[in-house]
């Protein structure tokens, strides 16, 4: 007599399966709560700002594109370009140093240095805002202690200018890079570098057709992820330039602020909409080359 069938796959398993999915979303809803009012509320009332005019004396409120479109124009526009640059610039150069610091870090025998380099990247990654610009001014500014030693006047250094400031963002950049591309180098399994060398690959090779290609969605996923920071960043900026240097969050403080012309208030959630749209774009083409190489460095 045949014995009715128990595996996950019957119809009890498909029951049971089934009775399983409620709990699972009633146990995500604490997340999907916290997400809801933290970040969707926000993004709704700043969507909300940015496409909208309220008329001060009736008091109404209608659609517009006013202050989309004057937050591409004029200083607006400059202000984004700014900080655009300064974020990629810092991207490149913070993602190269980090790479080659990590992989010396990963191919050393010193179990004290991997643990020293990354207890040291920990610190500085999370260093910033205005205890960074203090530091840097007090060492590096007009009358530092290493300005005045170096005479780095003389070779044209300026602390307060575009140049300094994105020596600064190399500062917690370049150690956020160590620690996002350290796991990913530990993947890299030695079996692949001895396969090449065993069918006579030299180790340019094995980086240029194996290293690389496995590495490259975590290289420009520790890309995005310092472009994010640079991006983002204001305190840092704030304290240490001003307003010498065009930047978008520099800009946003002060339309907040009230520094604004009358009727244009709203064009710092306007300038806050095209930020989270630059971010998506990068975002964008990172996932899908995430999710293709996952399954190397698992």
Not at 15 to 43: K, M, N, Q, S
Not at 156 to 178: D, E
């Amino acid at each position: 007599m045949p014995v009715p069938s128990t595996s996950p796959s019957g119809p009890a398993g498909g029951i049971r399966r089934r009775r399983r999915g409620p709990r699972t979303w009633l146990a995500t809803l604490p997340l999907l709560l916290f997400t809801g009012v933290c970040f969707g509320l926000p993004v709704a009332a700043l969507l909300s700002g940015a496409v909208t005019r309220t008329d001060p004396a009736t008091g109404r409120t209608a659609l517009t594109g006013e202050h989309l479109q004057r937050s591409l124009q004029g200083p607006y526009l400059g202000s984004l370009v700014g900080s655009v640059q300064l974020s990629a610039l810092t991207a490149v150069i913070g993602s190269l140093a980090g790479v080659f610091i990590a992989q010396a870090v990963v191919t050393s025998r010193r179990q004290w240095l991997r643990g020293a380099t990354l207890t040291a990247s920990g610190v500085l990654a999370n260093f910033g805002g205005v205890p960074l610009a203090f530091a840097f001014i007090a060492t590096a500014g007009i009358s530092g202690v290493v300005t005045q030693l170096a005479d780095l006047e003389s070779l044209g250094w300026n602390l307060y200018s575009f140049t300094g400031l994105a020596v600064v963002y190399l500062y917690f950049l370049t150690p956020l890079m160590v620690l996002v591309i350290v796991p990913a180098l530990d993947g890299l399994r030695p079996q692949w570098r001895e396969a090449a060398q065993n069918t006579g690959a030299s180790g340019w090779q094995f980086w240029r057709l194996v290293g690389l290609p496995v590495l490259a969605p975590s290289l420009l996923g520790g890309f995005v992820l310092l472009f994010g920071s640079a991006f983002a960043a204001h305190a840092t900026a704030a304290a240490l330039v001003g307003g010498s240097v065009p930047l978008v969050t520099l800009k946003i403080a002060d339309a907040l602020s009230g520094n604004v012309l009358v009727g244009q208030e709203n064009v710092a959630l306007a300038l806050s909409l095209d930020m989270i749209v630059i971010a998506g774009l990068v975002m964008a083409v990172y996932l899908p080359l995430q999710r293709r190489s996952a399954r190397w460095l698992r």
